[in-house]
C-alpha cells in the first residue's frame, strides 16, 4: 500500500509578472493547483501537477488564440 505520493511538478507557462497572474487565475478557475517560481530578470514559471498538464495546457492555449 502507497502512503505517501510526491507529484511531479511540470512547468506549464513562463512568462512577465502580469502575464503569470492572469494565467494561474485561468488555471484556478479551472480547480487547477499551480504554483510559481521566481526565474529572476522579471520571469516567473508557472507549474502543475504532471496529471493535471493536457488540461492546463487547453486553458493556456486557448487564453493565446
Do not use: H
Amino acid at each position: 500500500m502507497i502512503t505517501s505520493r510526491k507529484i511531479s511538478q511540470v512547468n506549464v507557462f513562463t512568462g512577465s509578472p502580469w502575464e503569470v497572474a492572469s494565467v494561474k487565475r485561468l488555471l484556478n478557475a479551472a480547480y487547477i493547483e499551480a504554483s510559481m517560481k521566481d526565474k529572476g530578470l522579471n520571469r516567473i514559471q508557472i507549474m502543475v501537477p504532471c496529471e493535471c498538464y493536457t488540461a492546463a495546457m487547453r486553458i493556456i492555449n486557448s487564453r493565446i488564440s
